[in-house]
């Protein structure tokens, strides 16, 4: 369950499908664990983990389809499943895979592949149009010579998909410091004010001999061509490992990053050696500058290893719910200050310890869509989903309907909320 544990290449546990039908009459129904994906019983290796998911609204859509893409270990070669959901992720159906071929200019046949991650973009980037469904994920060769992070697009909702662009590359596998890997892509879209617009790779960076590891990431205008390296979270310290990016934009048009930070000794190290940390920052380009807070709840449970955020609008005191889950608990973790680091509390769930475990905001802002990659401690692995209910009402300003969260022109839920600001 750490960042740099190459967890992709070890056999993880299986879920076990509990849980109900949906509930009645709303857009977004209540279900635990309904199984995506279980790997076939005649699989060598059964092991599936590191599940991310998008909910296609960012060109005017009103039908509700989610996308989700996990590593697993198929015979043969390595590809990435890309699954649809069209109930809001109590059913699952695989509709494509994306499979690294000549255009890379490697060879993957043998290869592995691990921690995918999609975005789907509100406005034209370069000649790909709204609606584009991009796709970022690292792999390493059939030599085992590097670690590569590419981009694919899709231009029909996740049916096919095409290559687009080369972002980056490092050492081979190998999470010793000293090593120079690349790990863990995320994606994310521009500040609205941002002209041009402009699409985010940040990723985990050990080819800096001044860390051991650090977070940092790339931009482009267009997909083709990436910019320079820019730091989000490079530590004074070179033995600590941050690992694990995500990044979301709060209603107050502030964004906040989660990750974890390997070998850190302000979470009871003995017990959370890869304690989750967070920064807040009005620009994404300038997280490296902002306060490193860690991320404790008021019962004393520090989050630790593979953390994920999303904000809604839906919160009791009028400012919507950062909520956060980590491959540590099974709880997961609520603030409704903002971030602030005094105001984190658990919330109890039924989905198990995972890695790792995505949150989607659905249509009803109340309802977050956990996918879960692969549970602990079991022989095998599948990825499931299910529901986590956020109490409160809207914050002020939001509240656009149930039925949709949809996007017309780039006007809308751009980067999660930000245009409505």
């Known amino acids: 369950m750490l960042s740099s544990i190459f967890l992709w290449?070890?056999?993880l546990a299986s879920a076990v499908p509990w849980g109900g039908p949906p509930g009645q009459g709303s857009s977004s129904p209540s279900f635990d664990n309904v199984t995506v994906f279980s790997p076939p019983a005649d699989w060598p290796r059964r092991s599936t983990s590191y599940a991310r998911v998008v909910l296609l609204n960012q060109n005017c859509e009103t039908d509700n389809v989610l996308l989700t893409t996990f590593t697993l270990s198929p015979p043969g070669a390595p590809y990435y499943p890309i699954f649809a959901s069209h109930d809001l992720g109590y059913s699952w159906e695989k509709i494509s895979q994306i499979d690294f071929g000549p255009e890379t200019g490697k060879d993957y046949s043998g290869g592995r592949f691990a921690q995918p991650t999609l975005l789907e973009l509100p406005v034209d980037i370069g000649e790909y149009p709204a609606g584009t469904v991009l796709f970022s994920g690292m792999a390493t060769p059939t030599d085992r010579s590097s670690t590569d992070i590419y981009v694919y697009a899709s231009l029909d909702k996740g049916y096919t998909w095409e290559f687009v662009s080369h972002v980056t590359s490092g050492g081979p596998a190998n999470t010793t410091n000293g090593a120079t890997p690349i790990w863990e892509p995320f994606l994310l879209m521009s500040p609205v004010s941002?002209?041009?617009p402009w699409v985010m790779n940040a990723y985990s960076d050990s080819r800096d001999p001044a860390h051991g590891q650090k977070l940092a990431h790339q931009s482009s205008p267009d997909l083709m061509n990436w910019g320079g390296i820019i730091d989000d979270a490079a530590e004074a310290n070179y033995t600590l490992r941050p690992g694990m990016t995500t990044m979301a934009r709060m209603g107050n048009g502030q964004y906040i990053f989660t990750y974890?930070?390997?070998?850190?000794?302000d979470g009871l190290p003995d017990v959370?050696?890869?304690a989750t940390h967070y920064r807040i920052s009005t620009d994404p380009e300038t997280f490296d500058s902002a306060d490193e807070l860690?991320?404790?709840s008021s019962d004393g449970l520090i989050s630790s290893s593979g953390p994920y955020v999303v904000w809604t609008p839906i919160g009791p005191t009028g400012k919507g719910t950062v909520v956060v889950s980590d491959s540590h608990f099974a709880q997961v973790f609520f603030n409704t200050e903002y971030g602030d680091p005094n105001a984190w509390f658990t919330i109890p769930t039924t989905h198990g310890v995972g890695y790792t475990r995505s949150l989607t905001v659905l249509p009803d802002e109340s309802k977050i869509l956990l996918v879960n990659g692969g549970m602990y401690n079991q022989s095998d692995t599948s990825v499931t989903a299910g529901i986590i209910d956020v109490p409160g009402?809207?914050?002020?300003g939001f509240g656009y309907g149930k039925d949709s969260i949809s996007s017309c022109d780039g006007k809308g839920f751009w980067n999660n909320w930000g245009s409505k600001l």
């Open 294 to 296: 860690l991320l404790k």
């Open 393 to 396: 009402t809207y914050a002020p």
């Open 272 to 274: 959370n050696p890869y």
């Open 194 to 196: 941002h002209e041009p």
């Open 260 to 265: 974890e930070l390997g070998l850190s000794t």
């Open 9 to 11: 290449l070890l056999p």
